[in-house]
Each structure stands twice: as C-alpha cells, then as structure tokens.
C-alpha cells in the first residue's frame, strides 16, 4: 500500500498512528520512501502488508512513481486545512493512472479533521472528489485517530480481495539487453 499527498498533510502520522496508535509531534519529513511492516489475518490467512511513506515533495516524484507499479492499494491524503492540498488531489490521481496497475484500489483522506476551526476544505467537498474518482472517502486525524483505523482497514481489505481476484501486478520494469552487430572497424 502507498500513502500519497502533497507535503505535510499528515502522511507519516498517519501512519504511525495506525500501526503504533501513537503521535508525535516530532515526525520528521519523509525523504524519498519510508515503509512499516504488519500483518493481517484475510479470511484466516495471515498476510505481510507493507505500508509505504512516499514524499510529497515534487523533486521526489520520479522516485516514488516507480513504487506504484507493485502496489495493490493507495492512499490519496490532503489536510483539510490546506486548500492547495486538497487542489493537488487529481494531480495524484493522474500519477495513479499513469503508473499503477488499473485495477489497484484507492482512497481519499481528508487529514486532520481535529482543526476544525481552521477547516478550509469541506466534508462535501471532499466526498464529491472522492465520487469523481470512484473511490471511498474518510475524513481522519493522525491526531487524534478518528477514522484511521476505519480507513486503511477498507483500503486494505479492497486491496487483498482485488489481489484475490486479479492476482499481484505484472511488474514491466525489466530491461533486455541484445548484443548489437560488430561492426567492422575502418579508418576511411
């Protein structure tokens, strides 16, 4: 699973509120990719997940692209106190798109629902997004964890019983070198 959002919206927190149901303050901006192992029971079956950070800065999206291939499930996050964020959401969309697997199941989050009295994006807002990209939506808080457990448990579940059904992405990232003609060696 991939975790994708502009620049601070809260994608580490999130994350670490859901696998170790803690904040901090003290989170650090994720440089190129992070990840958290876990596992999950899927109808008795006991699953590894791997969790990954990606950076939301633009000089680390050729990076992180390239982890979209094996994915089975996204995360698309914004803050809802920040509207330039929640602008960029179809931006991620579309890197979703061009890079993942067209089957993969998504998400939309609206972080940090805990500032509500700084709130500029709408919960309607948000749902109405998240209906033009044909995925479900949760207002959550890395905060104080409203929703995150709700969430990626769905983003999770969709992906296992997709995975289920369509089995684990090609990956066409393998390269074929053929040996060239010699050619012959003149001097005129």
């Known amino acids: 699973m991939l975790l994708i959002g502009n620049s601070q919206v809260g994608k580490s927190c999130l994350l670490k509120m859901f696998c170790d149901n803690e904040f901090s303050f003290d989170v650090i901006s994720t440089v190129g990719v992070d990840f958290r192992n876990m596992e999950r029971d ?3 079956e006991t699953v590894k ?3 990954w950070d990606t950076a ?5 999206r050729t ?3 390239n982890y979209y291939r094996n994915a089975q499930g996204v995360a ?3 803050d809802v106190t920040n509207e330039e964020s929640f602008n960029q959401v179809n931006v991620w969309f579309e890197e979703i ?3 993942a697997p067209e089957y993969i199941s998504t998400v939309l989050l609206g972080n940090k629902v805990d500032l ?4 500029v994006v709408t919960k309607e807002q948000g749902e109405n997004l998240a209906k033009q990209n044909n995925c479900p939506y949760f207002e959550v808080s890395a905060k104080s964890g409203v929703n995150v457990d709700t969430a990626f448990n769905k983003l999770m579940d969709s992906s296992y019983e ?3 059904k369509f089995g684990k992405p090609k990956t066409t990232n393998t390269v074929n070198f053929k040996k060239g003609k010699d050619k012959k060696k003149s001097c005129c």
């Open 42 to 44: 899927f109808d008795g």
């Open 49 to 51: 997940v791997q969790i």
């Open 56 to 60: 939301g800065q633009e000089k680390f």
């Open 63 to 65: 990076i992180t692209s």
């Open 76 to 78: 698309v996050i914004y």
């Open 97 to 99: 798109k061009k890079n």
């Open 116 to 119: 509500e009295d700084e709130r």
């Open 162 to 164: 997709k995975l289920k």
